[in-house]
C-alpha cells in the first residue's frame, strides 16, 4: 500500500511541474495584453482566454515531439564562462562552429524566439487572425522561458548538486503562492525592440548569470532550514501532494530578494513588447479587418488532440519538474 501511495505521488508531482508553471506562463500572457496600445488590444483583449490558455501548449508538445524540447532551453555554460563569447549570436554562424546536432542538443531557446517572431510578424502582414493569436500564446511561453534562469544552465534541475526538483520550485511553486496575493506584476507599457536579437541574448545571459544563485541560496537554506518543516502535504485538486512548505517556500523567496517576481515582471514586459515589435514591422495593420478569424475544425482537432496526447504520454527524457 505504501509503495503504490509513493508512485501515485510521484505521478502526481510530476504531472503538476511544469516550465514556469501552468499557471505563470498564463498569467505572463494575461498580464502582457493590457501592455499593448489600443490599435492591438482591439484583438488582443476580447481572445485574452485563449492567449492565457494556450499559453502551455509548447509545454504539452514537450510530451509528445522530441523536436520540442530544445525550443525551450540552452544549456548556455556547455559553451564556457559568462558571457559565452565563444557562441555566435546568429544561427548560421553557431552552426558552422559548433554543429547543428550540438546545438540541438544544449537547446535552442534564443534562435527559436527570432523565429517566432519572424513567423508573428508574418502573421500580422497576411492579417491572419486565427495563426496571429497561435502564434502569440506560443511566443509568449518561449519569452518565458528564456527568463528562467535554469533553463540557460546544464544544472537544470539540481541534478548535479543534489538539489533535485528545484526547477519547478523556483518557477511553478513560488509564484503560485505568492504572486496573486504579494506580487506587483503590473509594468509599464510594451516598447519597440530595435535589435530583437540583442533584446533576446541579453535577456539570456540575465539568466545565466542568475543561475548560480538560484543554487547557492537553496542549497544555503537547506543546510540551515529544520528538516522536518522544508515539505508540507497539501490538497491539489483533491489528491494530496508533497509539496515545499509555504515558510520554506517564504525564507527562499525572501533570500533570493525577490529575483521571481522580478524576472516575471520583465517576462511580462518581453512579450508584449515583442508582440508589439512583430506588429509594428508588419505595418501596423487594423486588427479590427482580420481574415480566418474562425478557427477551422482542423485547428479545433488540433488543439483537442494535443491535450489528449498530453495527458496519455510519460513526461520527457528532459522533464521541467
Known amino acids: 500500500m505504501k509503495r503504490t501511495m ?3 505521488l510521484l505521478l502526481c ?5 511544469y516550465c514556469w508553471g501552468f499557471y505563470a506562463h498564463r498569467k505572463i ?6 501592455l499593448l496600445p489600443p490599435e492591438m488590444m482591439v484583438l488582443y483583449k476580447p ?11 509548447p509545454d504539452k508538445r514537450r510530451y509528445i515531439l522530441p523536436a520540442e524540447g530544445p525550443r525551450h532551453y540552452i544549456d548556455i555554460d556547455y559553451y564556457g564562462t559568462w558571457p559565452y563569447e565563444a ?4 544561427w548560421d554562424s553557431a ?4 554543429s547543428q546536432d550540438t546545438l540541438l542538443k544544449y537547446g535552442i531557446v534564443p534562435w527559436w524566439i527570432q523565429i517566432n517572431m519572424h513567423r508573428l510578424t508574418q502573421a500580422f502582414r497576411e492579417k491572419d487572425q486565427a495563426r496571429i493569436l497561435k502564434l502569440s500564446a506560443d511566443l509568449g511561453h518561449y519569452i518565458g522561458d528564456a527568463h528562467v534562469p535554469l533553463h540557460v544552465s546544464s544544472n537544470h534541475n539540481g541534478q548535479h548538486t543534489g538539489q533535485h526538483g528545484i526547477h519547478g520550485f523556483w518557477e511553478s511553486r513560488i509564484p503560485e503562492l505568492f504572486a496573486e496575493k504579494e506580487w506587483n506584476l503590473w509594468i509599464g507599457k510594451a516598447s519597440y525592440i530595435e535589435q530583437p536579437a540583442n533584446f533576446i541574448w541579453s535577456r539570456i545571459l540575465e539568466s545565466a548569470a542568475a543561475a548560480d544563485t538560484v543554487l547557492r541560496i537553496e542549497q544555503a537554506l537547506n543546510n540551515e532550514f529544520p528538516t522536518d518543516q522544508k515539505f508540507a502535504f497539501e490538497d491539489r485538486n483533491g489528491i494530496i501532494t508533497r509539496q515545499y512548505s509555504a515558510a520554506y517556500s517564504r525564507h527562499y523567496d525572501q533570500r533570493l530578494n525577490k529575483m521571481v517576481e522580478r524576472r516575471m515582471r520583465q517576462s511580462i514586459f518581453a512579450v508584449a513588447s515583442c508582440w508589439y515589435t512583430a506588429w509594428v514591422n508588419a505595418g501596423q495593420p487594423d486588427l479590427r479587418r482580420l481574415s480566418n478569424r474562425q478557427y477551422t475544425k482542423a485547428d479545433e482537432k488540433e488543439f483537442e488532440t494535443l491535450n489528449l496526447q498530453w495527458k496519455s504520454s510519460a513526461p520527457p527524457a ?4
Open 6 to 8: 509513493c508512485v501515485l
Open 13 to 17: 508531482l510530476a504531472h503538476n511541474s
Open 29 to 34: 500572457n494575461e498580464l502582457a495584453i493590457f
Open 47 to 57: 481572445n485574452s482566454a485563449f492567449i492565457s490558455q494556450h499559453a502551455v501548449d
Open 87 to 90: 557562441l555566435p549570436r546568429n
Open 95 to 98: 552552426v558552422k562552429k559548433y
Open 318 to 321: 528532459r522533464s521541467c519538474d
